[in-house]
């Protein structure tokens, strides 16, 4: 089992940027990818970025790809998304996620447990 808690949403002027952390418990964080999705009001989840468990692969959405970087800490059990140059259209709820699988990270149905969630919102 293993519990994922999100940190570090609020609101921010367009143009500005945030770190997300997602912290992990358990001591296999290090045997999981990991993935960033986003959930806009009245919208479906999408998916943001990913990162694979050693932290040598990862993949974002086009949305996002320049703006946001993915990382992660193995030895701390966390994995973060920094965004920069944020925009209105980036305001969310963004969820963390732990997949036990390593392909179809970009899909919601890869993985096997998820945050509750911390809330971006980007003012214009």
């Known amino acids: 089992q293993v519990q994922l808690v999100e940190s570090g949403g609020g609101l921010v002027q367009a143009g500005g940027s945030l770190r997300l952390s997602c912290a992990a418990s358990?001591?296999?964080?290090?045997?999981?990818?990991m993935g960033w999705f986003r959930q806009a009001a009245g919208k479906e989840r999408e998916f943001v970025s990913a990162i694979s468990w050693s932290g040598g692969n990862t993949n974002y959405a086009d949305s996002v790809k320049g703006r946001f970087t993915i990382s992660r800490d193995n030895a701390k059990n966390t994995v973060y998304l920094q965004m920069n140059s944020l925009k209105p259209e980036d305001t969310a709820v963004y969820s963390c996620a732990a997949a036990r699988g390593a392909y179809g990270l970009g899909l919601k149905r890869a993985y096997d447990y998820w945050g509750q969630g911390t809330q971006v919102t980007v003012s214009s």
């Open positions: 358990g001591r296999t964080f290090s045997s999981y990818a």
